[in-house]
């Protein structure tokens, strides 16, 4: 009788454990599913954050430069124009005041105007265009003594042609200048042929 007792006793007991340690593992296995979809979630809202917070730095970003007003050309402004020529290497250089349509425009609407050339500088009182062309500047001068004055001839493509006769007379000048006006005095530039001019006058 005791023995039943005892097998009985063992038996309640290790049913007992068995049911504990399956409720145990129940438990465990709930809570590791909890803590992985709490995991879960806020990696998913880590996510959605983040390319929330982008988004929404690019609209503010995109808000800010639409809302900045945009640098426009006043009244007064000057324009300068340089050509770079590509036979001679010389950049020859042009100045106007800004034509009447372009007051208040934006840089944008001044490269649609101009559209063969690249803005260098932009502000609202003096903006620069540059371009590079194929050719010679125009501006090449040679000054000769023919017949005792001064003829100033312009080169182009390496040919000299008459460009003025001028009534200056080389009989006072010096026997230098006289050798010099012999061989030809190449000048660039009209303000640099002008001062040649003022020199031997």
């Given at each position: ?20 340690g399956v ?54 402004c000057s ?123």
């Amino acid at each position: 009788m005791n023995k039943i007792f005892i097998v009985l006793i063992s038996i309640i007991v290790l049913s007992i454990a068995i049911f504990l340690g399956v409720q145990t593992f129940k438990t465990q296995n709930e809570k590791k599913k909890v803590e992985n979809q709490i995991a879960l979630s806020e990696t998913i809202e880590d996510d959605c954050t983040e390319e929330w917070k982008e988004l929404n730095a690019e609209n503010t970003l995109d808000l800010q430069v639409n809302t900045q007003e945009q640098e426009r050309l006043s009244p007064n402004c000057s324009f300068t124009f340089l050509t770079k020529y590509t036979d001679c290497g010389h950049t020859s250089r042009k100045y106007i005041n800004i034509p009447e349509q372009l007051v208040n425009a934006t840089e944008e609407e001044v490269k649609n105007q101009y559209q063969d050339y690249e803005i260098t500088k932009f502000s609202s009182n003096e903006v620069t265009l540059e371009r590079e062309q194929e050719g010679e500047c125009g501006e090449h001068y040679v000054l000769r003594d023919i017949n005792g004055k001064i003829v100033i001839y312009s080169v182009k493509n390496g040919k000299e042609e008459e460009f003025e006769k001028t009534e200056i007379s080389t009989d006072y000048i010096t026997e230098t200048d006289k050798i010099t006006l012999k061989n030809g005095l190449e000048v660039y530039g009209k303000e640099n042929l002008n001062q040649a001019i003022e020199d031997f006058e």
